[in-house]
């Protein structure tokens, strides 16, 4: 079964809503969840290192204030986009680290339209 | 700096032939691990493979292999036989560090293949 649950899978919004993201890890605790944006027909980049109980890590070029992430505890990671513009579009996916060395678990990702 | 170069943007076959997949990576740590990962057009990542750098045995799992050449940096992954579901995006990765779970993932752009009936 799913180790990872990630809500909703898709969502399709008008520009100015903010949208939030759920990354569930079922099976186990997780400190460290990541946050990955895929454009169409491009990679998987890095958004960000959620940390359980401290503040995000961002990589280079995203803003922080526009995509909040709170990670409140060891089961659940959520990331908000705010004020969602039609370039905020994207498929956006988190990953879970299960145990030391041990590949991480991928939830199914949401594709995120905005109008 | 971390990096991982997939050449090939686009590889149309025919069913049952076989198919190489290349992946070419750059990094100065000396332990780290490469990934292969599979994106059908739902969009689900699925997990393939995890090699770590100490480990150059090749690999073979059913009709999919891998071959890691730490000399040429590279991390090639073969479909012998390909069938239509084998259609599909590839991504090669890399984390930096040895401990894979608490690590950033770097992808590769991906592969995407077609495998035509």
């Known amino acids: 079964g799913a180790v990872v649950s990630q809500h909703p899978s898709r969502v399709i919004c008008k520009s100015g809503t903010s949208v939030k993201i759920e990354c569930r890890s079922l099976d186990f605790q997780a400190t460290t969840m990541f946050w990955y944006r895929q454009f169409p027909k491009q990679s998987l980049m890095l958004m960000a290192t959620s940390n359980e109980g401290s503040k995000a890590t961002y990589e280079q070029g995203v803003e922080k204030d526009k995509f909040l992430i709170n990670h409140a505890s060891l089961t659940l990671s959520t990331l908000t986009v705010t004020s969602a513009h039609p370039e905020d579009s994207s498929f956006y996916i988190c990953?879970?680290?299960?145990?030391?060395?041990?590949?991480?678990?991928f939830g199914d990702g949401t594709r995120l339209s905005i109008l | 700096a971390q990096k991982v170069t997939q050449a090939q943007t686009e590889i149309s076959v025919v069913e049952k032939e076989d198919v190489t997949l290349d992946c070419v990576y750059e990094?100065?740590?000396?332990?780290?691990?490469l990934f292969w990962y599979k994106q059908p057009p739902s969009g689900e990542l699925v997990f393939l493979i995890r090699r770590n750098s100490f480990d150059e045995q090749n690999e073979i799992s059913g009709r999919y292999s891998w071959n890691f050449q730490k000399s040429t940096s590279s991390f090639n992954f073969t479909i012998t036989a390909s069938q239509v579901v084998d259609s599909a995006v590839y991504f090669c990765a890399l984390t930096p560090r040895f401990d894979s779970s608490a690590s950033k993932i770097i992808f590769g752009s991906g592969t995407r293949l077609s495998i035509r009936p």
């Open positions: 990094t100065r740590d000396t332990t780290y691990y």
């Open positions: 990953s879970v680290g299960s145990s030391t060395n041990q590949p991480q678990h």
